[in-house]
């Protein structure tokens, strides 16, 4: 499976901390944002990925992650030069899909719960069609929603509803089978003239090939699109990672865990950010891992 990362637009509700940063540079307590959805792909166990972003910005991009060697990882990157919906990311990359299945996350969300990794690797494994995520909100009007029956069979979608026949809201992560291009190809601009998601996800819903499988209690999805939101969620991190002393979307131990990388190339890269609690925290993480010798008895 490919992924795609969305990480386009002009962060316009975030100004002016997007007077010359994109958004998802800008930090989420300790780390920059594109490191949360880029977790989420590596903890699908993806390895090849596509970054879209403003022309912009796609050089602060690059000067971040750059290929991704470093963390396992083959990262390539294109430009989307104005929003023209989250659907046109798969146009922008039919040619790195190139027939694969693909995972499409938008850059910035947070996704973080227990057994996350568990239910990633059902969805990727059973997947037919498409594989949504839904997020119970008290909000419905402000999101996409989905309407799913008692067997938790997907009954609707429909965009920003005025009179919602749910509260599940459809996350900013999205897994498709290798027919998602032909069908991106195929769809009308909205009134607001955007490839809309949603029609993509109706296509496949019209086809009796649509899952949405709701995160329960206990998970947190944020998305970072306000002032406010931004806030909230570094202050979601912070409590996070101090009260249980684990990091969230540490790539670094992310690429470990998957076996992208050795202990021994997870430590360099901890040393590399020696005196800053992340380096060392990857830094006591490849420690754990790597064989102590042992000590002769006198």
Known sequence: MKGIILAGGSGTRLRPLTGALSKQILP????????YPLSVLMLAGIRDILLISSKDHSDSFRTLL????QLGLNISYAEQDQPRGIAEALLIGADFIDGDQVALVLGDNIFHGPRFSLLLDDALRQLDGAALFGYRVRDPQRYGIGEIDEQGRLLSLEEKPRHPRSNLAVTGLYLYDND??????NLTPSARGELE??????????QGRAQLTPLGRGFAWLDMGTHDSLLQAA???QLVEQRQGEFIACLEELALNRGFITPEQCLSLG????????????????????????????
């Open 28 to 35: 989420v307590y300790d780390k920059p944002m594109i490191y």
């Open 271 to 298: 040393e590399k950010m020696n005196g800053t609690d992340y380096g060392a925290y990857v830094t006591e993480v490849a420690s754990r891992r790597i064989p102590q010798p042992a000590v002769r008895a006198a």
């Open 197 to 206: 998601i949603t029609d993509v996800n109706l296509a496949y819903l019209a």
């Open 180 to 185: 998602v291009v032909e069908i991106a190809k």
């Open 235 to 237: 202050q979601y991190v």
């Open 66 to 69: 750059g290929d991704g060697s």
